[in-house]
């Protein structure tokens, strides 16, 4: 499957973004999906994931409350909504995709075999 992330752009602190990733098959929520970021000098985060379904969601700590991951698979496409930005939320966003991956290894990035290109967000202060 082909990921292909979109939405990323610059934002002053406290707006919002939704972020989009197209996934290119028929997908049919055949795969578990996530958004990882990449800030610069600092290792890949996981910021939120969802289950085939989109029954189910986890979050990390810091984006809960303020960042909603939600799922279409009629239209293969996964969404991020981010409200109450912060600048600490500026990084690359990245969406992951994987068929097999288990719960206790829905935040670890390297258990993901898919991956978009990444889109930029920038929140200014």
């Known amino acids: 499957v082909q990921l292909q992330a979109s939405g990323g752009g610059l934002v002053q602190a406290g707006g919002s973004l939704r972020l989009s990733c197209a996934a290119s098959g028929r997908t049919s929520g055949s795969y578990v999906m996530a958004w990882f970021r990449q800030a610069p000098g600092k290792e890949r985060e996981f910021v939120a994931a969802?289950?085939?379904?989109?029954?189910?969601?986890y979050y990390n700590d810091s984006v809960k409350g303020r960042f909603t991951i939600s799922r279409d698979n009629n239209k293969n496409t996964l969404y991020l909504q981010m409200n109450s930005l912060k600048p600490e939320d500026t990084a690359v966003y990245y969406c992951?995709?994987?068929?097999?991956?288990?719960?206790?290894?829905?935040?670890?990035?390297?258990?993901?075999?898919?991956w978009g290109q990444g889109t930029l967000v920038t929140v200014s202060s």
């Open positions: 969802i289950g085939r379904s989109g029954g189910s969601t």
């Open positions: 992951a995709a994987d068929r097999g991956i288990i719960l206790s290894s829905i935040s670890n990035s390297r258990r993901y075999y898919y």
